[in-house]
């Protein structure tokens, strides 16, 4: 008869085993509700090893939080193929693949969680959206960015954020639906600051010229066009017989 004998881990595998763990438990709930002794059950160790490995449970939660934040950073990295519409909605669908998975997790990054207002947190949040940033001004092709473009991408990402915070109370708008809501609101916020500024109006233009008719550009375009050319009726008053 033979006993299998339990492997043992170093410190920075036993570390990194803690955090996936850690992070598993916080993708199913709030991290204000999870306990050391749920995470030390889940991995398998006692409770004060856990402590042994991380002075306590704000630790553990930043160190989750930073795997997060540059699992999260990573999804808005995109082959510069191709026209700016797909490349832009398939970067929200990795963004929403990951806020589907990680609900609490996600929420607990973007608010704070247990660390609310601590410059650890903020500093990876910051992160976070500075990558986003990066990435979608370097599919744009500008190397310096305008005023006015650094403006409607980081009122972008902002919104990007605040939007699927928004959808994980309830889900209410089906995810495709959304995804590609995001994709238009990225243009629109474009396109009514190239009507203020000449070189906004030039890089938008560059922009629309590669776009396909068929493209998530394209279909805000028949959108709008089917929306103006619907019957106008002022709010409240009765439609007129013939």
Request: aromatic share 6%; proline share 7%.
């Amino acid at each position: 008869m033979t006993t299998g004998v339990r492997r043992r881990m170093g410190v920075e595998e036993r570390r990194q085993q803690l955090i996936g763990v850690a992070l598993e438990l916080f993708s199913r709930r709030s991290p204000d509700d999870v306990s050391i002794d749920e995470i030390a059950a889940a991995a398998g160790i006692s409770r004060p090893l856990v402590y042994h490995y991380f002075p306590g449970k704000q630790n553990l939660y930043e160190a989750a939080l930073r795997r997060a934040a540059d699992e999260l950073a990573a999804r808005f990295t995109e082959p510069r193929e191709g026209p700016l519409g797909d490349r832009l909605l398939r970067v929200m669908g990795r963004f929403f693949d990951f806020v589907d998975d990680h609900g609490p997790g996600f929420s607990a990054l973007m608010r704070g969680g247990p660390a609310a207002g601590s410059s650890t947190t903020n500093a990876m949040i910051d992160e976070v959206r500075r990558a986003a940033y990066e990435q979608i001004v370097a599919h744009l092709g500008v190397t310096d960015p305008p005023a006015r473009l650094a403006m409607v991408v980081r009122s972008w990402v902002s919104l990007a954020e605040s939007t699927a915070l928004i959808w994980l109370d309830g889900r209410q708008i089906p995810r495709a639906e959304l995804e590609l809501q995001l994709v238009h609101d990225f243009a629109a916020l474009a396109a009514v600051s190239a009507a203020y500024d000449e070189e906004m109006a030039r890089i938008v233009l560059r922009i629309l010229v590669l776009e396909p008719a068929d493209g998530p550009f394209g279909d805000l375009l028949t959108r709008l066009a089917s929306l103006t050319a619907a019957p106008k009726s002022v709010p409240g008053q009765r439609p007129t017989s013939p």
